[in-house]
């Protein structure tokens, strides 16, 4: 009746001007009583109706307000309206309720398996340090102490996605500049493993648009990658950056001559912890690498592909939109 107030004081007040119309234009029609008496019927048959739509509705709304049991069934236009607005509110929360819980969930699975890889290091260099007292203690330690250094950064990485929007500076960056300096931190590595980086580009400078933190994060997996699987085969190796300008876009193509990688696992090395035929020969592998330069390369709008022949080594290509200089 509160909702309705307005509709019968606005009702009532018509049926008064229509009845004092005819009273004015015919006077010898005084007859005002029997109108009055159909309009209220009318309100009230329409009243009634009205509450049949109304109640229902709302006693369902007020149980459900009471956490009590009851099924909402519209019937109104304006019911219906609101109806259609609390489940398209309920499918979005739902929706973000579900990824959150994938994330959590992705989560956890990385820091058990993070957990895992870093007890195996501190492990070894524990052996280490017990059973061994050579020149060479110091140079293994050095290593484990690399794998521990890389799983942490790769956990802190992971970490960093979360907030990826508020750490972003999308700009014109250098890709020659990064890759010298990526180079140059993995020089010690690229000896001692017997490989030889080189770059394949005759300009002096080559313009990408993208973050460039992000962007050495994604460039430095596949280096560490490249380095990792072709540390196994003897003699010298090549590891060549080619780069091409392409209209619009600018490619880096990563080249090794590493162990390569089977047909049959190509298609789900971006997958998280997925190491595949190459992971049972390495037991340092950790299938988190490409994983991550997949989900960076996304979020920054950029395309990475990977080609690769059992024996004889991978290319891993990432393309971004050439930039125009500082």
């Known amino acids: 009746m509160k909702d309705r107030f307005l509709l019968i004081g606005f009702y009532l007040i018509s049926m008064a001007c229509m009845i004092t119309f005819f009273y004015l234009t015919v006077p010898v029609d005084i007859e005002f009583f029997y109108p009055s008496l159909i309009g209220l019927f009318l309100l009230i048959v329409y009243l009634v109706i009205d509450l049949l739509r109304y109640y229902p509705a709302n006693r369902a709304i007020e149980r459900l307000l009471n956490n009590q049991d009851g099924e909402l069934q519209a ?101 020659l500049i990064s890759l010298r300096k990526l180079i140059n931190g993995r020089k010690k590595e690229c000896i001692y493993q017997s490989i030889f980086p080189s770059i394949e580009y005759e300009g002096k400078t080559a313009y990408i648009v993208t973050d460039s933190k992000w962007n050495e994060i994604l460039i430095d997996q596949i280096i560490s990658n490249a380095i990792k699987y072709s540390s196994t085969k003897s003699g010298n190796k090549k590891l060549l950056f080619r780069i091409n300008e392409l209209g619009n876009y600018t490619t880096l193509s990563i080249i090794d001559e590493g162990v390569g990688i089977p047909s049959y696992d190509l298609e789900r090395v971006f997958q998280p912890f997925f190491t595949g035929e190459n992971g049972r020969r390495f037991p340092n592998s950790t299938g988190i690498g490409l994983y991550l330069s997949k989900k960076i390369a996304d979020k920054l709008g950029q395309t990475i592909t990977i080609e690769s022949t059992l024996s004889e080594g991978t290319t891993v290509t990432i393309r971004w939109l050439t930039g125009k200089g500082h």
């Open 75 to 175: 019937h109104t236009g304006e019911q219906k309206a609101f109806q259609q607005l609390l489940n398209k509110t309920i499918s979005e929360h739902s929706s973000k309720y579900n990824e959150m819980k994938e994330q959590n969930k992705e989560r956890l699975y990385f820091l058990s398996h993070w957990m895992h890889y870093l007890k195996t290091p501190v492990s070894v260099i524990e052996l280490i340090i017990n059973k061994e007292e050579s020149s060479e203690t110091f140079e293994k330690i050095q290593q484990e102490n690399k794998r521990l250094h890389t799983s942490i950064e790769q956990a802190l990485t992971m970490i960093r996605m979360d907030s990826f929007e508020n750490d972003l500076e999308v700009k014109s960056v250098d890709l």
